[in-house]
């Protein structure tokens, strides 16, 4: 997303920002695009996950609805359009690969939003999602509007026709491991600051 509606925390620092990092090159390693495959990141943010695919030689654009994330990113001479889901300038099925990165907590209907964005996504293409779980510092940012769970990722990609290929938590797949129970979001939203149980969905389009 853009890390915020109104232009908050849309630079990330410090040890954060190298897991993020390793977190977008994690994502593109274990699920390699096609050869001349395309990759949107919609609600791109300042465009870190775009830099990651240029440095790779991915072909990849992203969108966002903030003027000043487009800002950010066309000033690292990444291809960004400002638009929201449906003012996209691309027709259906352009692409290999759909990402949303931290968006569908932000709003309303993210069923609508995901049912709309799959269509981007080529046949047998995959559409990844990453949402935060419920918890105390969920509320912190007052643009969340809900938080997800293992089983609400999984009931979400059914209503969109999705076939579910991992839902995983983001520490256990930058482990290498899997896990899904609500369990481990519990456990870390025990401790007295924000440790991060976000999940990870990816899906395929039939």
């Not at 925390?9 to 897991?19: A, G, H, K, N, T």
């Not at 791109?44 to 903030?66: K, Q």
């Not at 939003?113 to 949402?131: D, E, F, H, T, W």
Request: hydrophobic residues 45%; proline residues 8%.
């Amino acid at each position: 997303m853009s890390a915020e509606p109104g232009g908050r925390c849309l630079r990330y620092e410090s040890v954060f920002q190298r897991l993020r990092l390793r977190y977008f090159a994690r994502l593109l390693e274990c699920h390699p695009l096609p050869s001349g495959g395309r990759l949107l990141d919609y609600g791109c943010g300042p465009g870190d996950l775009l830099l990651v695919c240029r440095e790779r030689g991915i072909a990849a654009v992203g969108a966002d609805s903030s003027p000043r994330c487009v800002a950010l990113a066309r000033e690292r001479g990444l291809e960004v359009v400002e638009a929201n889901a449906a003012g996209l300038p691309w027709p259906p099925g352009s692409f290999d690969l759909v990402l949303l990165q931290s968006v569908i907590e932000h709003v309303q209907d993210p069923v609508a939003l995901v049912a709309r964005l799959r269509g981007y996504a080529k046949p047998g293409g995959l559409l990844v999602l990453s949402a935060p779980t419920p918890g105390n510092f969920f509320w912190d940012d007052p643009t969340h509007v809900r938080p997800f769970t293992p089983k609400s990722l999984e009931l979400l990609a059914e209503l969109c026709e999705l076939e579910v290929i991992e839902i995983n938590y983001v520490f256990a797949f930058l482990l290498g491991l899997r896990l899904r129970s609500s369990f481990f979001y519990r456990v870390l939203n025990l401790l007295p600051f924000a440790a991060g149980s976000n999940l990870l969905g990816v899906f395929r389009v039939p």
